[in-house]
């Protein structure tokens, strides 16, 4: 069984920085893709930033350029380095971990660009 647990969420100015961490907790961390994804109030869930298990990282168009996806396979972690904050990126994000047949959640870290 996989455990995610998101830290690093808060409220921030925008303008401004955060970084959320996910600690991954169960068996072959290496081949799982992980993927950090949002969900504003009233909104569906989005995808955020993806990263596979060969470290090929995707974004969406709406954070390109101004967030970064990581993971470090020794530590088991993922994290996401969030740049230049905008109101619109106010949301709770959530870790998440897949391979073929098996898909797992973290239970949300809020994150809040306002000022």
């Known amino acids: 069984q996989v455990h995610l647990v998101e830290s690093g969420g808060g409220l921030v100015q925008p303008g401004g920085s955060l970084r959320l961490s996910c600690a991954f907790s169960?068996?072959?961390?290496?081949?799982?893709?992980m993927g950090w994804y949002r969900q504003a109030s009233g909104k569906q869930r989005e995808v955020v930033a993806t990263?596979?298990?060969?470290?090929?990282?995707r974004y969406s168009d709406s954070v390109k350029g101004r967030f970064t996806i990581s993971r470090d396979n020794a530590k088991e972690m993922v994290y996401l380095q969030m740049n230049s904050l905008k109101p619109e990126d106010t949301a709770v994000y959530f870790c998440?971990?897949?391979?073929?047949?098996?898909?797992?959640w973290g239970q949300g870290t809020p994150v809040t660009a306002s000022s």
């Open positions: 998440h971990a897949g391979v073929p047949g098996a898909t797992f």
């Open positions: 990263i596979t298990s060969d470290n090929v990282t």
């Open positions: 169960g068996s072959l961390f290496r081949m799982f893709a």
